[in-house]
Nanobody
Framework: QVQLVESGGGLVQAGGSLRLSCAASGSIPSMNTMGWYRQAPGQSRVLVAE???????NYAGSAKGRFTISRDNIKNTVALQMNSLKPEDTAVYYCNIKKWPNNYWGQGTQVTVSS
């Protein structure tokens, strides 16, 4: 079993920045992909950004140029630096670690961007 604990959410004004962090523990699979997803009220959970063990990254179009994902393979952590935040970034953000066929989720952290 894998446990994911997120931190760093909160309330910020439009144009501001937040940094989300996630720490993984337990039976973490090797060669995995860690990422961040978000779910706004009434909407589906969608990918924001993900990063492989080798450092390859993938960003949603809405995140490109504003968000940066990074990870520490020794500490089993992943972070999401979010800059130039917009009200439409408001959502619950979930940390994820996956390696087929397993998929693990954190409990989520709320990010609210006020206009």
């Amino acid at each position: 079993q894998v446990q994911l604990v997120e931190s760093g959410g909160g309330l910020v004004q439009a144009g501001g920045s937040l940094r989300l962090s996630c720490a993984a523990s337990g039976s973490i699979p090797s060669m995995n992909t860690m990422g961040w997803y978000r779910q706004a009220p009434g909407q589906s959970r969608v990918l924001v950004a993900e990063i492989t063990s080798g450092g390859s990254t993938n960003y949603a179009g809405s995140a490109k140029g504003r968000f940066t994902i990074s990870r520490d393979n020794i500490k089993n952590t992943v972070a999401l630096q979010m800059n130039s935040l917009k009200p439409e970034d408001t959502a619950v953000y979930y940390c994820n670690i996956k390696k087929w066929p397993n998929n693990y989720w954190g409990q989520g952290t709320q990010v609210t961007v006020s206009s």
